[in-house]
């Protein structure tokens, strides 16, 4: 079809090269690497400029191909288009480093990956980093609440009902009136709703207008951003509170109420059925009032923990991360499936950016920063980051378990 001379003469050109694109991308995950370096290329000789995802599927392609040098060029590519998020920017350097190791090239490795480490809050920018020896600075203080915050949020519209309800304890009804008042509200007010938030214990509402601010020009506040409330349990036990809260951060950030288009509740964002299966309870995927005690946090969370626990022990996942958050997000039979069907080498890293699904590509990634981020914040080691920095599979490792000193991967 993308051939056709009517469909060429219909549409732009970039247009059409981005369904190149897409046909390349399908060609990759269906492991015909050499139709998806051709249909790619065609898209980046032409339209490579605005498609910086033409280029990283070229790169993977070329990768499985052993045509390094090659591959290396569309990394590059990618890591340097204006039309790349941080996220591709980071991962087109990262691997163009990689790539630089095949080639023997250690002066554009370190260039790559200094290039990667521009950007340390996503996945490939904390692995650059780690590899570079550089340490992430994160801002852990909490956003500061002017004195007359309060007074200023009582003049707006909504602002006087929602600082009531804080004082006498009607944290939900408040935490709908900022809700309310933040779509409308300017830079100033809208920072003293954050610190607000932040201090009565709203990290959804919180993490979201952090993020907005962000987003216009801001600093960046690392406490709101990663949010780390208390998280609700009924027996008081926690598995791993790094791994829970970022896995709640991607799945729901941080709302209670939250639900998907296909059912999933909660903070853990639980499916019915695999809540059922979890709780071995029927009634959990029943009506909708049975199904809807998965709002309930204190559930979600308990059910949600022993799932990432089951998960871990399954033999096909043996305690990786990797495949553990896989597993959560495609479910353990595509897990299986992708296993045997990518192909991969037994490279880690390209075993991830190989997963058909985009979803889960971009689902593992995000909550394995997140892990990571949140390990920081407590002070804790970070076993999992040194392991897929050194090329390997992360296995968990628990708080308490020793920590396994790995070497890294290096150029030659």
């Excluded at 980071?90 to 490795?109: D, N």
């Excluded at 950007?119 to 801002?139: H, M, Q, S």
């Excluded at 946090?297 to 923990?305: I, K, R, Y």
């Excluded at 075993?351 to 985009?358: A, H, L, N, Q, W």
């Amino acid at each position: 079809l993308v051939r056709s001379k009517r469909v060429n003469q219909l549409f732009h050109p970039v247009e059409l090269d981005r369904s190149k694109s897409r046909l390349a991308q399908g060609y990759y995950g269906d492991n015909r690497d050499q139709w998806a370096y051709d249909w790619a290329n065609q898209a980046v000789k032409r339209s490579g400029k605005y498609l910086p995802e033409a280029n990283w599927t070229a790169a993977l392609a070329a990768w499985r191909l052993k045509k390094y040098d090659t591959s290396r060029q569309h990394f590059e590519a990618v890591s340097t288009s204006a039309y790349s998020s941080p996220w591709l920017v980071t991962a087109g350097a990262f691997w163009a480093a990689r790539a630089s190791i095949k080639i023997r090239q250690p002066a554009l490795y370190n260039k790559y990956l200094a290039a990667a480490s521009a950007y340390p809050r996503t996945f490939y920018g904390i692995l650059a980093r780690r590899l570079l020896g550089l340490e992430v600075k994160y801002n852990w203080t909490p956003p500061p609440l002017a004195k007359d915050a309060l007074s200023e949020l009582s003049k707006a519209p909504g602002g006087q009902r929602a600082v009531t309800l804080l004082q006498i304890g009607e944290d939900h009804g408040a935490e709908r009136e900022l809700r309310m008042l933040f779509s409308t509200a300017k830079p100033e007010l809208a920072r003293a709703m954050m610190a607000l938030a932040d201090r009565a214990n709203m990290p959804s509402l919180a993490m979201r207008i952090g993020n907005m601010l962000v987003a216009s020009g801001s600093s960046l506040f690392d406490s709101t951003a990663y949010p780390a409330p208390a998280l609700p349990s009924k027996n008081g036990e926690v598995i791993d509170r790094s791994l829970i809260l970022a896995v709640i951060r991607q799945e729901s950030g941080f709302n209670p109420k939250a639900k998907s288009h296909r059912g999933a509740r909660g903070l853990m964002q639980l499916m019915p059925r695999t809540a059922s299966f979890i709780a071995r309870d029927r009634r959990l995927h029943g009506s909708k009032s049975q199904r809807d005690v998965l709002f309930d946090p204190e559930t979600n969370v308990a059910l949600g923990q022993k799932y990432v626990d089951i998960l871990m022990k399954d033999k096909r996942i043996n305690g990786d991360l990797f495949r553990m958050v896989t597993a959560w997000n495609g479910g353990p039979g595509n897990l299986n499936k992708w296993t045997r069907k990518v192909k991969h080498d037994n490279d880690a890293l390209l075993f991830i950016e190989s997963i058909p699904s985009r979803e889960t590509r971009i689902f593992v990634e995000r909550v394995l920063t997140n892990y990571w981020v949140y390990q920081a914040r407590f002070g804790n080691p970070t076993p999992s980051l040194d392991l897929v920095a050194a090329g390997k599979w992360p296995s968990y490792q628990s708080e308490g378990d020793p920590v396994v000193e790995v070497a890294e991967e290096s150029p030659k």
